[in-house]
């Protein structure tokens, strides 16, 4: 998914005294932080509530295993018609083709923000193979983008979208550092008067509130409790370049795939149809795969590396595959989600698959390394691909081969297609 087109952030006029720019800034940074970070904590709050209800509560009161096939396929398509109706009845339909849109964009109609988050929650909940990035995101985009141009019209738009971006993307990760490598990268394709910093100040402010409301209410982690790495040698930096460069092709299969997935469900035409039908399809996968394929991904990548040397080759080769194939039917279908989040998970299997056949490769740069081959070719965001191999490494020795290993895999990628269409339904590179 590309976040290509995240805005810039504004910039202070080359005739004014920075000071006197940046301090207005401070207060709307640390409202739009703060309301973004409780908009992602409530949505999840409400998610992890309703899954427990739907996968725990209610399975045990019919006398149901709560992972049997026949739950997956009953729970992933009535999950499709919920969001199928949601598409078709609310306003807005829940804001565009999920397969258009990536990490920032331009905002939709607040009147379609009520819908997208419903239908984000109940895919979410309901175990489709999504994250909660873009929803949310586009949510508080919106929102940002409508209060800020009625309580302070002076203020260019792209301000409070660059905002509210940067504060989501804070509060996913539980830490500013993505943001800012996000917004840095925007910023490089625009430039203007000021230094980085001034033009970074805003959107960095509203990224660390937004991390730290969710590091307060929630502290997530991302290290998956993989052995540390500290000593690499050669034979690491080796096993790093291959393995990064594998899982980017193995991606860019589903890059490849995606526009004509997405061209067969579409010509379902109504969300009735191609929502229900895309549940169903997920909830087979899922008896196939297993209930590890089934939701964003996380707490199941986390259950992944708690048993290393545990899955033979095989298993974590079909879970690599039925995740995938997962990903790209809920992204066709019209479900509402990111895309972030399971190609995180693809990696992990996919490197832990690596590690599986080769086991003198050490986890940690199997997992890592794997995970960034699968963001660069999906997301094509050389930054946030390597922040996000590094954090679940948990060891600041892989940094550097991830650094490395992100050239080849880079020169496999770059000009190829990403895992995001165009509203043509051809696929962006």
Known sequence: MSTDRAPAAPSPAADEAPLRVLLPQILPALVVGAGSGLLFLGIS????????VLWEDLPDALGI??????????????????????????????????????????????????????????ALAGGVSLGPENPIIAS????????????????????????ATAATIGALF?????????????LAGHPGPGSLWDRLFAPLLAAGTGAMTTQLLAEPTFALGLPPLTDPGWEDLLA???????AA???????????????????????????????????????????LTL??????????????GGWSSGELAKLAVVKLVALLVAASCGFRGGRIFPAVFIGAAFGLLTQALVPEVHPAVAVSSAVLGVLLATTRQGWISLFTGAVLAASPAVLALLCLASLPAWLI????PQLELDENGRSLR
């Open 45 to 52: 709050a409400l998610s992890e509530e309703f899954k427990h």
């Open 140 to 163: 508080n985009i919106a929102l940002a983008y409508w209060a800020g141009r009625r309580l302070a019209p002076a203020v260019p738009g792209i301000a409070w979208i660059s905002l």
């Open 413 to 416: 990628v770059t000009g190829r």
């Open 240 to 246: 790093a370049l291959v393995i990064a460069s594998a």
């Open 295 to 308: 939701f964003k991904g996380l707490e199941e990548i986390k259950e992944l590396t708690a048993n290393i």
């Open 249 to 291: 092709l193995f991606g860019l299969a589903a890059c490849y795939l995606f526009p004509y997935v997405h061209a067969a469900a579409r010509r379902l035409r109504h969300p009735m149809l191609m929502l229900p039908l895309g549940g169903l399809v997920l909830g087979l996968l899922g008896a196939l795969g297993g209930h």
């Open 65 to 122: 295993g709560g992972y049997s096939s026949l739950w997956m396929i009953t729970m992933l398509t009535a999950t499709g018609v919920a969001v199928g109706l949601v598409v078709w009845k609310t306003p807005g339909h829940a804001g565009p083709d999920p397969a258009t849109t990536g990490l920032g964009g331009a905002p939709i109609a607040p009147g379609a923000v009520p819908g997208l988050l419903l239908a984000g929650t109940l």
């Open 174 to 186: 539980g830490t500013p550092v993505a943001a800012a490598l996000v917004i840095s990268e925007a």
